[in-house]
């Protein structure tokens, strides 16, 4: 029916049409339903159909049977796809409308357009991953890739759908709404600077609580760097794949007298933070320092600070231009760090020191926001 009728001429003229008359009107689209599942340092689980001629990846999920409801659709196709009954969907990360003249859709396909429910399937354990188990005619592997690395083996939209509603989910926004891959309402501060989950090969080497070995040089600071709301500062670098979040700190360098010198400069080059009373929580050892240009054997330390202003955006000397500043949870940063359980350990330990060193409270749960440009006034 035509919209630019007033009301009353939209019920008389559906009165004069039968139901099937009125049914042909109504707009009809397809539905699909997949999912975000995840490893425990956050990457992403794509799987490879064997029905495709390119060498396209998937989410896990499929189409919505006649009569079905897509959460319906997304567990059965988790278990069919991934032989995993009763995995928990906890909420709906994306709404996704592909128009009918989508350049992503195979040539010659009559497709009206589709809807997609992006679901949100948590974290698998390791027994979980282990126990993963495939339709060998349906699909032919399945592994689980960095977003930067999953968007190229996705379709463009898919990428886009993807990112979105994983930056939903680790940002603690509301459901994404999109269409043709771009959102329609604000656009999320972690979608805005295209940031992505850092992993990092070392993300299960323990924290040592004790004080670092003489034998060991310090190579590294980084520090959880509080604000009064308990959330902490986090970094992000633009580049060309996308930006990295990184606590603030860096390598420590022959002029810093102290780690806790090099967390100081860092946080004010880096995200224009000035720091006072730096306590260290650890430090993590790593083996190589190829990092290092292989000085061997290394500690990377971490420490915990109180924010006491935050400046103007302004550029990082050793990058030319300005970083990405975000305020999250501890938590937050955690998962977008991509150190799996160890990472929220620590960040659980650098909560609890700002708790009982400063008194602040334990930030809680809400949506990444970014600091803005003209800096924070801090009480």
Not at 339 to 357: N, S, V
Request: hydrophobic share 40%; aromatic share 6%.
């Amino acid at each position: 029916m035509s919209s630019s009728l007033p009301p009353s001429a939209q019920v008389a003229s559906q009165s004069a049409l039968s139901a099937a008359q009125y049914a042909a009107t109504r707009h009809a689209v397809w539905l699909g339903a997949a999912a975000i599942i995840t490893d425990q340092v956050g990457r992403v689980l794509l799987v490879h159909p064997t029905y495709h001629e390119d060498d396209r990846w998937l989410l896990p999920g499929g189409v919505v049977e006649p009569g079905e409801h897509p959460l319906d659709t997304c567990r059965r196709e988790i278990t069919e796809e991934l032989g995993l009954p009763n995995l928990p969907l906890t909420g709906v990360l994306a709404v996704h409308s592909l128009s009918s003249h989508h350049a992503d859709l195979r040539p010659g396909m009559p497709c009206p357009g589709e809807i997609r429910y992006v679901f949100d399937g948590g974290t698998l354990t390791a027994d979980q991953v282990e126990a993963i188990c495939l339709p060998r005619e349906e699909l032919s592997e399945f592994a689980f890739f960095e977003t930067r690395d999953a968007v190229q083996r996705l379709r463009s939209v898919d990428g886009q759908i993807m990112l979105a509603a994983y930056r939903a989910r680790l940002g603690n926004t509301a459901t994404a709404h999109l269409a043709d891959g771009r959102h329609i309402l604000d656009v999320p501060a972690l979608d805005h600077h295209d940031v992505h989950v850092r992993y990092r090969p070392l993300w299960d080497s323990p924290l040592n609580r004790g004080p670092v070995p003489e034998r060991l040089p310090v190579q590294q600071a980084w520090g959880w760097c509080f604000v009064p709301d308990g959330r902490v500062v986090l970094v992000a670098d633009p580049g060309p794949r996308g930006a990295l979040p990184m606590l603030p700190g860096g390598t420590v360098k022959e002029t810093d007298r102290t780690p806790e010198d090099t967390l100081h400069r860092e946080a004010a080059e880096e995200a224009q933070l000035t720091l006072t009373d730096p306590v260290r929580l650890g430090w993590v050892l790593d083996e190589t320092g190829e990092a290092y240009s292989g000085v061997g054997p290394n500690a990377r330390l971490r420490l915990a600070a109180r924010v006491t202003d935050v400046g103007s955006t302004a550029v990082d000397p050793a990058t030319d231009h300005p970083f990405a500043r975000l305020l999250a949870t501890p938590a937050q940063a955690a998962a977008l760090l991509g150190w799996g359980p160890p990472g929220a350990r620590q960040a659980g330990l650098a909560a609890e020191t700002a708790r009982e060193r400063w008194g602040l409270p334990v930030a809680s749960a809400a949506a990444i926001e970014e600091v803005p440009a003209e800096g924070m006034r801090l009480n």
